[in-house]
C-alpha cells in the first residue's frame, strides 16, 4: 500500500501546475473519492492545517496523510513522493535545456493551461462548501475572509488563525453556558 | 564557507519561514541567492521563475531544485555535484516544516476526540470556502487570461477554457489531470 501511496504523490507533484491550491482537486479526487485513505471533512481539515503551517502545501499534506496511514515512514514516502517528479524533471532541464522556457511550444501549452488551473482552483469551492460547517449563522464567514484576502491583501494564515481561536473560544463560552444549566438543573 | 553547507542552510531557512506558498517562496529564494549570497545574477533568477512556473510541480521544490544546480555550477564544480547540490537545495526546503507537519498530524490524532481541538476545526472550516475562492479571484489577471484589448479572440479562448474546465472539474467530476492536458494541447493547437 505505501508503495501505491508512492505512486499517487509522485502523479499529483508531477501535475500540480500553478501552485498549491490548483491540486486540491487532484489530491481530493485520489486520495478521498478513490482510494479513501481519508474522508472528505478531514481533507478540509488538514488542508487548513497545511495551510498554516510553513512549508510547501503539497508536501504538508502529503506528510500528514503518509503519517495517519503508515506513520513516520509513510510521512516521508508522501513527503518524498511529492518532490521526486520535481527534482528530476527540473535537474535535466537544468542540465540539456537551458532554453527550455523560450520553447514555444511550451509557451502555448502552458496559455493553454492557465485559464484551466485557474478553474480547478475555483470549483472546489462549491463542493467544500458542504463539508465546510456552513449554515445560516456561519455563512458570512468565508465572504468576509475571501473579501479580506482579496481586496485588502489579509494573509490567509491570519483568517485561518483568527478562526481558529475563535472556534475554541466560542467552544469555551458554549461549555460554560452548558455548565451553568447544568448546575442549575442539579439544584 | 562550502557551498554544500551554505544551500543547506539556506534552504532549510526558506523552507520553515515561508508561509506565503509557492510565490512568497521565490521571493525569498532571490533575496537568499541573489542579493545576499551572489550564487546567481538577477537574469539566471528570472529564467528561474520562468521555468518553475512552466514546469510541473510545486513551485517552491522546482525553484529550489533550479538554484541548488545552478549555484553549484557557477562554483566551478562538475555537472555531478550539481546534481546533489539539487537534490540537496530540495530536501533542505523540505525538512523542518516536514518534523513539523508529523509533530502536529500526531497532536491532532491523538487528541481527535479533544473538545478544543473539535472547537477549533469547527471555527476553521467555513474559512475554507473564503480562502479558495479568494485564491482563484487572485488569479484571474491578465497574466492568466489575456486581455479584451490586446487580442479579444484569444481572451474569448481562455474565459471559454476556464468556463469549460470548471463545469468539467466542478460538477462533472472529470479527471483535472485530463483536462489540463487537453487545454495545453488546445493552447498549442489555437494561441
Known sequence: ?187 | MNIFLKLFITFSKIGIFNFGGGYAMLSLIQNEAVVKNGWLTNAEFADIVAISQSTPGPIGINAATYVGYTSVMNEGYSQGLAVVGAVLASLSVIWLPFILMIAISRYIMSHKDSKAIKDVFRGLRPTIVGLIGAAALLLMTSENFGSPAENPYLFALSIAIFFASFYLTGFRKANPILVMLVCGVLGIIFY
Open chain 1, 1 to 187: 500500500m505505501l508503495f501505491k501511496f508512492f505512486m499517487v504523490c509522485n502523479k499529483i507533484g508531477a501535475f500540480t501546475l500553478g501552485g498549491g491550491f490548483a491540486m486540491i482537486p487532484i489530491m481530493e479526487r485520489e486520495f478521498v473519492d478513490k482510494y479513501h485513505w481519508l474522508d472528505k471533512q478531514e481533507f478540509v481539515d488538514i488542508l487548513l492545517v497545511a495551510q498554516t503551517t510553513p512549508g510547501i502545501f503539497a508536501v504538508d499534506m502529503a506528510s500528514h496523510i503518509g503519517y495517519k496511514l503508515k506513520g513516520v515512514r509513510g510521512g516521508i514516502v508522501g513527503a518524498i513522493g511529492i518532490a521526486l517528479p520535481s527534482i528530476i524533471a527540473i535537474t535535466v532541464i537544468a542540465m540539456f535545456f537551458q532554453n527550455f522556457k523560450d520553447n514555444i511550444w511550451v509557451e502555448k501549452f502552458f496559455k493553454g493551461v492557465r485559464p484551466a488551473v485557474v478553474a480547478l482552483i475555483a470549483a472546489p469551492c462549491f463542493r467544500l462548501a458542504q463539508k465546510a460547517n456552513l449554515n445560516r449563522y456561519t455563512f458570512w464567514i468565508p465572504i468576509v475572509s475571501c473579501l479580506l484576502i482579496w481586496l485588502l491583501g489579509v494573509s490567509p494564515i491570519l483568517i485561518i488563525l483568527a478562526a481558529g481561536v475563535g472556534g475554541f473560544l466560542y467552544g469555551r463560552y458554549e461549555t460554560r453556558r452548558g455548565t451553568d444549566n447544568q448546575k442549575e438543573d442539579r439544584r
